[in-house]
């Protein structure tokens, strides 16, 4: 597709139950970051993906988090027995890694899914 | 290791006033710099970015940035501010790597309010 696509927009889960969210990357962009944010907060880095590397799951807050990148496209982001502090939006973003002449260095966003744990 | 300083959670200037956001760095190597704005319930969009080259870099909607490396800065300037410019935004840094960018760190943002 043209742009980041995050699905679904929009989640609402009972506390204890398992969520999966999806984003697809733009195509042909080997880097991919999954970003927290919660309400009246900056952005929380969460992973990062680059290539066929092992990702960077510094920022995963916990180990309920999880993610994994098929084919170096999709990615899904799993969070296991939600709880009512992991409510926020969680943002996707794809970039290529190498410089290019036409300079397309930046990282482009998805929508995000708005995760509501009740 | 890098990491982005966004001076000021919230700024609030009157409408027609200078607006100016902070941003400074650090990074181990020249970094690539960004500002992203966020309007309420939508995704962050490019506004700006340096890579090389010139210093000064302009972005969409009027905003202005200036690399300065002696200052590790990149703060956000626009001569005039409009009411659609309340928004949240993001500086943000990349490491330059083997020719690339490699990880991209956020700050925690700045929230912009205008003032009629």
């Known amino acids: 597709g043209a742009g980041v696509s995050q699905s679904p927009s929009n989640k609402v889960t009972e506390k204890g139950k398992d969520v999966e969210l999806r984003c697809d990357p733009i195509?042909?962009?080997?880097?991919l970051y999954w970003y927290r944010q919660s309400l009246g907060q900056g952005l929380e880095f969460l992973i990062y993906?680059?290539?066929?590397?092992?990702?960077?799951k510094s920022g995963l807050p916990s180990d309920r988090f999880s993610a994994e990148r098929t084919g170096g496209s999709v990615s899904t982001l799993t969070i296991q027995r939600t709880q009512q502090e992991d409510s926020a939006v969680y943002l996707c973003?794809?970039?290529?890694?190498?410089?290019?002449?036409?300079?397309?260095?930046?990282?482009?966003f998805g929508q995000g899914t708005r995760l509501t744990v009740v | 290791a890098q990491s982005v300083t966004q001076l000021g959670s919230h700024v609030s200037v009157s409408e027609g006033a200078l607006v100016l956001l902070r941003c400074n760095y650090s990074s181990s190597v020249p970094p690539y710099l960004f500002w992203y704005v966020q309007y309420p319930n939508q995704g962050l969009q490019l506004l700006l970015k340096y890579t090389t080259g010139a210093t000064l870099v302009k972005g969409i909607n009027g905003f202005e940035a200036e690399f300065k490396k002696s200052e590790t800065s990149f703060h956000l300037t626009k001569p005039s501010a409009h009411m659609s410019d309340a928004a949240e935004y993001f500086c943000a840094v990349s490491e330059r790597s083997g020719g690339g960018a490699d990880g991209l760190t956020f700050g925690k943002g700045t929230h912009l309010i205008i003032q009629p």
């Open positions: 195509s042909g962009h080997t880097a």
């Open positions: 973003a794809s970039s290529f890694r190498y410089w290019l002449p036409w300079g397309n260095t930046e990282a482009f």
């Open positions: 993906f680059q290539g066929n590397s092992a990702p960077d």
